[in-house]
């Protein structure tokens, strides 16, 4: 079993920041890939960033790429998203999430709300 607790969301004007965090208990944190996703409203949850179990690997969506950075921190047991330069279009709910599977993310955390403002 996973919990994954995000926190750092709020409301930022456009070309703003904001680090998410994403704090894990539960099985060996160093153990599994974790991902961030976001929904927006009124459409589906999508694929933001992920990042390997070292955290020597990372991958971001086309829409956050040079914007976004994706980092964790082994000894802390949290992964963190770093939000550059942010947009309206990246308001959404932002949520963390655990692959310790083969079959894919199968742990969610809660969801942390972004709202950017132009």
């Known amino acids: 079993q996973v919990q994954l607790v995000e926190s750092g969301g709020g409301l930022v004007q456009a070309g703003g920041s904001l680090r998410l965090s994403c704090a894990a208990s539960?099985?060996?944190?160093?153990?599994?890939?974790m991902g961030w996703f976001r929904q927006a409203p009124g459409k589906e949850r999508e694929f933001a960033a992920t990042?390997?179990?070292?955290?020597?690997?990372?991958y971001y969506a086309d829409s956050v790429k040079g914007r976004f950075t994706i980092s964790r921190d082994n000894a802390k047991n949290t992964v963190y998203l770093q939000m550059n330069s942010l947009k309206p279009e990246d308001t959404a709910i932002y949520y963390c999430?655990?692959?310790?599977?083969?079959?894919?993310?199968?742990?969610w955390g809660q969801g942390t709300q972004v709202t950017v403002s132009s």
């Open positions: 539960g099985r060996t944190f160093s153990s599994y890939r």
């Open positions: 990042i390997s179990r070292s955290g020597s690997n990372t």
């Open positions: 999430a655990a692959e310790t599977s083969s079959v894919g993310y199968d742990y």
